[in-house]
């Protein structure tokens, strides 16, 4: 059980960071006066960096809580 919980804790550790990653570039770019960037191809509206933050943190406390749930399992 914790070989799972070990794999899937550092499963959501990378998927926080990815999102943190996506999060951080796409606040970076410079949104027009109704939010929106335009690059010749794609969309980017500014309120999804606050989604992608979202996730990113609730990534990072589900590896937190796995984390938890790994040490106190490995008390016993």
Known sequence: MSTVSAWLCGLCGVVSFAFAYV???RAGLPYNEEGHYFD???NYHEQSVLVFALLSGLALLLALGLLYIQRR????
Do not use: E, I, T
Not at 73 to 76: E, F, K, L, S
């Open 23 to 25: 999060a951080w570039q």
């Open 73 to 76: 399992a490995g008390r016993r």
């Open 40 to 42: 010749g191809l794609v």
